[in-house]
C-alpha cells in the first residue's frame, strides 16, 4: 500500500495556511521591534526582549509534534485540529500585540503571539510528510516556501501600502502608529481564514493506513529490536551524569556572568540553554533508571537517537538561522541609524527608514516566492546540498552589502542586497526540510519536525544572548555590525551544506 501522488491544487490547498500563517511571522519580524523602540527599548536591549519568539518555539514545537504524532479526530484528523486553535489564539494575539500600553506587556504577548503561531505551523511540516509519497515532498515543500514568500511580502508592505492610503505612520512619543496597528488587524483576520481554507479543504490518512505505509516500506528491512530495561538503566546513568556536569557549568558560568558584571543577554545561554538543558537530563536520567516510560522520556531519547542526516543539517540549520535572526533584530536599527543617520523614533527619516526596512523585508519574500519552484529544477540538475550552499552563500552577500550602501535609494536598500536573501530564504525554507523528510520514520515524523526546530531556535538564542553584548562591547553599539556577523555566518551554513549525506532521487513531476 503505497500514498497516492496528490494533484496541484490538492498540494496548494494543503499549503495555502501558511500564507497567513506567514503573514503573522512577517509583521512580528518586520514591526516588533519598532514597537519596542517605541515603547521606549533601547537598541542594545532589543535582542533579550526578542528571546521569547524562539524559547516558545523551543518549548511549543517538539511537544505539539509530539502529541499531534498521537491524536486523531474523526472530523479534524491529526494535525488540523492544531491548526485551527492556533489560528485562533494567533489571530487574537495579532489584535492585542499593536495596542500594548507599555513595554512589558509587548514583551509579554510576544511570547503568546509567538506560542500560539507555532502551534499552527508545527503540523504543517509534518502534513507535508504525512500526505505525499516520497517523490513529491519536493514539491510540497516548494509550494510552502511560495506560500511564506506570497504571505510575508503583502504583510511586510502592509504598513507602507496604508500609510499610502493615508493612515498615520508617525504617533506621540510612546503610541504605535495607525499603520502598524491596522496591519496588524489584517494580518490577523488573514491567519484565520488562510488556516481555515487548509482544515476545510484538506484530509489526512488515518492511523490505519499510515500504519499501512510504514509497514509497506520496512518490507525487507530488518526489524529494529526494543530497547531493554537494561539499555534504559544504562541510558539513564548517562543522561545523569551529562545532565550535571551541563547543569555545574551552567551555574559557575552565570556566576561568572554576573561576577565580572556582563551584558544580562548571557544568562540565556548559561541559565536557558545550558543550566536548564542539563536539569532536563537529570530527570530523564532519574526516570529512566527508576523504570519510567512516558512521554518526557520519549521526547529525550528519541532527541538522542534522531537520524545522521538530521544531525548533519542541524548545523547548516544553526548557522542559517543565526544569520536570519541577526537580521530580523537590526536591520531597522542599521538602517536607521548606519544609512539615515537617526535613533529618534520620532523623526520623519527614522519612519521612512523603519518603512524602508518593511519593504527590504516585503521584497526578500517576493524573490523567494519567485524562486521557490526554480530550486528543485536545479537541485535535479545538480544535488539538493550543492543548491542550498549557492542559495545561502547568496544570502549572506546581500547581508553583507548593507554595510556598504553610501546612498539610499529604492533599488539600492530595497532590492539589491534582498536578491540573495530572497533566494536564500526560499531555500531554507524547503530543501533541509526536503533532505530531512525522506529520512525520518512515519510514526515520529511530527515529533521529528518539532525537534528540528530546535536548531532553528537554539541559534535564535544565542543570537538574542550574545549579538547584544558583541555589538555593545566591540561594535560601539552600531547595530550594522550585527548584519556582517549574520552574513558570515550563512555563507558557513553553505559551507557545511555541502557535508551533508543526502543520497535521495529528486524527481519533479508528479
Not at 520620532?346 to 517576493?366: D, H, K, L, P, R
Not at 516566492?369 to 539538493?384: E, H, I, M, N, W
Request: aromatic share 14%.
Amino acid at each position: 500500500m503505497k500514498k497516492r501522488s496528490l494533484g496541484f491544487w490538492e498540494i496548494w490547498n494543503m499549503s495555502f495556511g501558511f500564507l497567513g500563517i506567514q503573514m503573522g511571522f512577517a509583521l512580528q519580524n518586520a514591526n516588533v521591534s519598532r514597537i519596542f523602540q517605541t515603547l521606549g527599548a533601547k537598541i542594545d536591549d532589543i535582542p533579550i526582549l526578542w528571546v521569547a519568539a524562539p524559547l516558545t518555539g523551543l518549548i511549543v514545537q517538539p511537544i505539539i509534534g509530539y502529541f499531534s504524532d498521537r491524536t486523531w479526530h474523526s472530523r479534524l484528523g491529526r494535525r488540523r485540529p492544531y491548526f485551527l486553535v492556533g489560528a485562533i489564539l494567533a489571530s487574537l494575539a495579532l489584535f492585542i500585540m499593536p495596542n500594548s500600553p507599555v513595554l512589558w506587556f509587548a514583551a509579554g504577548m510576544l511570547w503568546i503571539m509567538d506560542a500560539s503561531i507555532n502551534i499552527s505551523m508545527e503540523p504543517f511540516r509534518a502534513f507535508v510528510g504525512d500526505n505525499l509519497p516520497d517523490h513529491q515532498r519536493t514539491k510540497g515543500f516548494a509550494m510552502q516556501s511560495f506560500f511564506i514568500g506570497i504571505g510575508a511580502y503583502v504583510a511586510s508592505k502592509l504598513p507602507w501600502m496604508l500609510t499610502e492610503l493615508g493612515v498615520a505612520n508617525t504617533a506621540p512619543e510612546g503610541i504605535i502608529p495607525d499603520s502598524v496597528k491596522y496591519s496588524f488587524y489584517i494580518g490577523g483576520a488573514a491567519f484565520f481564514i488562510a488556516v481555515l481554507w487548509t482544515v476545510l479543504r484538506s484530509k489526512e490518512y488515518s492511523p490505519e493506513e499510515m500504519e499501512a505505509f510504514e509497514a509497506n516500506e520496512k518490507k525487507g528491512k530488518p526489524v529494529k529490536e526494543e530497547f531493554s530495561d537494561v539499555w534504559y538503566r544504562n541510558n539513564g546513568k548517562s543522561h545523569l551524569t551529562k545532565g550535571l556536569i551541563a547543569l555545574i557549568v551552567g551555574l559557575v558560568a552565570t556566576f561568572m556572568i554576573y561576577e565580572n558584571n556582563l551584558k544580562k543577554d548571557l544568562y540565556v545561554l548559561t541559565l536557558g540553554l545550558v543550566s536548564l538543558g542539563g536539569v532536563a537530563l537529570i530527570i530523564s536520567g532519574l526516570m529512566q533508571k527508576n523504570g519510567a516510560r512516558n512521554g518526557f522520556v520519549t521526547i529525550m531519547n528519541d532527541f538522542q537517537m534522531m537520524p545522521k542526516v538530521m544531525k548533519q543539517l542541524a548545523w547548516v540549520q544553526f548557522f542559517s538561522w543565526f544569520a536570519l535572526f541577526s537580521m530580523w533584530i537590526y536591520t531597522t536599527g542599521a538602517v536607521t541609524e548606519h544609512i539615515y543617520k537617526t535613533t529618534d523614533t520620532t523623526s520623519e527619516a527614522y519612519n521612512i527608514g523603519a518603512n524602508q526596512v518593511g519593504e527590504m523585508f516585503a521584497n526578500y519574500n517576493i524573490i523567494a516566492a519567485a524562486v521557490a519552484f526554480l530550486l528543485p529544477l536545479l537541485a535535479k540538475r545538480t544535488s539538493r546540498k550543492f543548491t542550498h550552499f549557492l542559495a545561502l552563500v547568496a544570502g549572506g552577500l546581500g547581508l553583507m552589502s548593507l554595510y556598504f550602501i553610501t546612498n539610499p535609494t529604492t533599488f539600492t536598500i530595497e532590492w539589491l542586497p534582498m536578491i540573495g536573501v530572497g533566494i536564500a530564504w526560499a531555500s531554507i525554507l524547503s530543501v533541509p526540510y526536503a533532505m530531512l523528510s525522506g529520512s525520518l520514520p512515519a510514526t515520529k515524523m511530527g515529533y521529528y519536525m518539532g525537534v528540528f526546530n530546535f536548531f532553528i531556535v537554539i541559534p535564535q538564542l544565542v543570537a538574542a544572548s550574545i549579538l547584544g553584548f558583541l555589538v555593545s562591547k566591540f561594535f560601539n553599539n552600531e547595530p550594522i555590525y550585527a548584519l556582517l556577523i549574520g552574513g558570515c555566518s550563512m555563507i558557513l551554513a553553505g559551507i557545511l551544506s555541502l557535508m551533508v549525506n543526502d543520497k535521495a532521487t529528486i524527481t519533479i513531476d508528479d
